[in-house]
Each structure stands twice: as structure tokens, then as C-alpha cells.
């Protein structure tokens, strides 16, 4: 595991010479990429979440595409076509952005319903299913979906059963006045993901996606996140609580951010920091509370207060 932790520390020391200030979040990309899973990364334009997802494609040798979503976007222009080559006088397919190790979905609320829903059967069974035939695609694979929260005119809002489908919906916010300060500073002649180089091949990646489920988690540990995910469908402020599929998630991110620290174990801290990111886009709070301005983040937190975590010592023992 200290191996591990060392492989994702060159990652995050990688993308961080492009991006200021950003560490949890680079730790949330690498607990999804682990688990094999996919982020929605919701926030205002011009923050850094493309140059992010570049820096952090090209630090592991994955292949990246980005797909800029439009209302006239088609489902075919995503996952490709079969044409007619006339020289063979036979069809062939021709493959869509979607074969890349990571692609960014631009503005995934700004496609039509018919074109988001393409990306379903990637994102569950990495594949995608064109006039019958099935295509495999390569391993690993990770979407990193963005969407601006302000403005909405002209969108059209993911259902939740797609919500669902992500591992996590992650925020990376607005830099305080020492990072912006650097930002200017870095960028003064040329952006410096010009110059990145990869610190880890995709091989790498594959071993720690086999390697990460020997983390060790306590009965104690699947408890308390059983309970978590169970209050959430009996609280009062929430109308439609998480699934058992946010259980699993759950379940996953924190043997995989256990792995990305050098631990072989879970930590109840380990549970309330993915806690947020994994269980936050999977609750409806209800129209009330909406009016009150109490939004699922901060009944998540209210959540982790009424659940009591099990004690430490109880959690490391086998």
C-alpha cells in the first residue's frame, strides 16, 4: 500500500505544477479513477476543470477526448457510426470520441436527454452498442462530466437515475488570494501543461483497480455506512434518499482513498471525508427545506452528526 500511496503522491505532485491548490480534488479523481467510476464536476466556468482533466490524462498516459455537449449533439457523435467504404464495398465502424482511457463530457446538461443517455452503457459496462454490434472499450476508462450551476436557460437536467450513475459530483471552488496569486505567476509566459510529462503508465493504474479491495473494512466500518445511507431515506428533509448502489460507492471510494494515503485499513474519518462527494448528488431534499435554503450538502453533514462513528481502535483490528 506505501507503494501505492507513493505512485498517487508523483500523480498529484504532477497535476498540482497546473493546478493551484486543488489537492482534495485530485484525490477524489484518483479515488474515482480506482474504483473505476465517474465524476460529475459541477461548477462556474473558468476555474480550471478542463486544463484539470488534461493535466490529470496526461500524468497517467491515458488516452483524453473531450466532447463538447450541444443541444444538436447526436448520440452517434459520441459513441461513432458505421459508414460505407466503398473501396471494401462493406461498412465499418468508425469510433466515436467515447474510445479514450478519460473523456470530458463539456457541459453534459446541454445535450438533449436521447445524447446523454449514450454515455449509460459506457459508464455501467464499459461498452457501447452500435447497430447491434458491441464494442469493448479500453481499460481504465473514466468520464468526467461538467456543468455550470448558474446558468441553466437552454439545459436540460440529468435525471437522478443518471445522477446515480456517477461515483461523485465534486466542487473545485474558487481559489483564495495566495493560489490566484501563484495562478497569475505560473501562467505569466506559458501554460504549463505544455511542458507535463507522464509520471505513470496505465498499467499502473490497472494494478491498483485489482489492488485496492484487499483493503480491510471492519464490520464496524460497514455498519456505520449502512446507517449513513439508511438515514438518509428516513429523514425528515430528504424526499428521495440514496440507493444501495450509493452503498457500494461508498463502500469502494473509502478502501480507495484508505489506498491513496498507505493504508491497509479504514478509518471512520475516511468515511465522513467521501461521504459528501458520494452521497451529495444521490438525495432530493425535500421542497420545504429547498426554501430554506438547506441544500443535500448540508443535510449530509447534519447526517454525520446524528450517526455516531464507531471508535478507531475497534476499526484496525482483524
Same mark, same amino acid.
Given at each position: 500500500m506505501e507503494g501505492i500511496k507513493g505512485k498517487c503522491n508523483q500523480i498529484k505532485e504532477n497535476v498540482s505544477k497546473v493546478i493551484v491548490g486543488k489537492e482534495e480534488v485530485i484525490d477524489q479523481l484518483l479515488v474515482s479513477i480506482i474504483t473505476s467510476g465517474h465524476v460529475l464536476l459541477e461548477d462556474v466556468p473558468g476555474l480550471g476543470k478542463t486544463l484539470l482533466t488534461k493535466a490529470f490524462a496526461k500524468s497517467i498516459d491515458c488516452d483524453f477526448s473531450r466532447i463538447q455537449f450541444t443541444p444538436d449533439l447526436l448520440p452517434s457523435d459520441v459513441t461513432g457510426i458505421n459508414f460505407y467504404n466503398q473501396k471494401q464495398s462493406q461498412f465499418e465502424f468508425k469510433q466515436g470520441p467515447i474510445f479514450n482511457n478519460i473523456v470530458l463530457a463539456d457541459e453534459i446538461n446541454r445535450a438533449t436527454p436521447r445524447t446523454q443517455s449514450s454515455l449509460l452503457e459506457s459508464m455501467e459496462e464499459v461498452q457501447v452498442s452500435v447497430d447491434g454490434e458491441t464494442y469493448k472499450l479500453d481499460s481504465p476508462f473514466m468520464i468526467i462530466a461538467t456543468e455550470n450551476p448558474v446558468e441553466q436557460q437552454g439545459?436540460?437536467?440529468l435525471p437522478e437515475a443518471q445522477m446515480d450513475r456517477f461515483l461523485m459530483k465534486i466542487s473545485m471552488g474558487y481559489p483564495n488570494f495566495e493560489e490566484e496569486m501563484e495562478i497569475l505567476n505560473?501562467?505569466?509566459k506559458e501554460n504549463p501543461i505544455d511542458s507535463l510529462e507522464t509520471v505513470l503508465a496505465k498499467e499502473d493504474i490497472l494494478k491498483m483497480q485489482k489492488k485496492y479491495t484487499d483493503v480491510y473494512i471492519s464490520e464496524d466500518i460497514k455498519k456505520y455506512i449502512v446507517k449513513i445511507v !439508511?438515514?438518509?431515506?428516513?429523514?425528515? !428533509?430528504?424526499?428521495?434518499?440514496?440507493s444501495p448502489r450509493g452503498s457500494l460507492a461508498l463502500f469502494k471510494a473509502v478502501q480507495a482513498f484508505a489506498v491513496i494515503n498507505g493504508r491497509?485499513?479504514?478509518l471512520p474519518d475516511d468515511v465522513q471525508k467521501m461521504v459528501e462527494p458520494i452521497l451529495g448528488h444521490r438525495i432530493v431534499t425535500a421542497g420545504l427545506n429547498k426554501l430554506k435554503g438547506e441544500d443535500s450538502l448540508s443535510v449530509i453533514k447534519n447526517i454525520l452528526k446524528e450517526v455516531k462513528a464507531p471508535v478507531e481502535e475497534q476499526v484496525v483490528s482483524r
Open positions: 439545459t436540460f437536467p505560473r501562467f505569466r !439508511q438515514h438518509t431515506r428516513n429523514h425528515k !428533509q430528504i424526499s428521495l434518499g440514496a491497509d485499513y479504514v
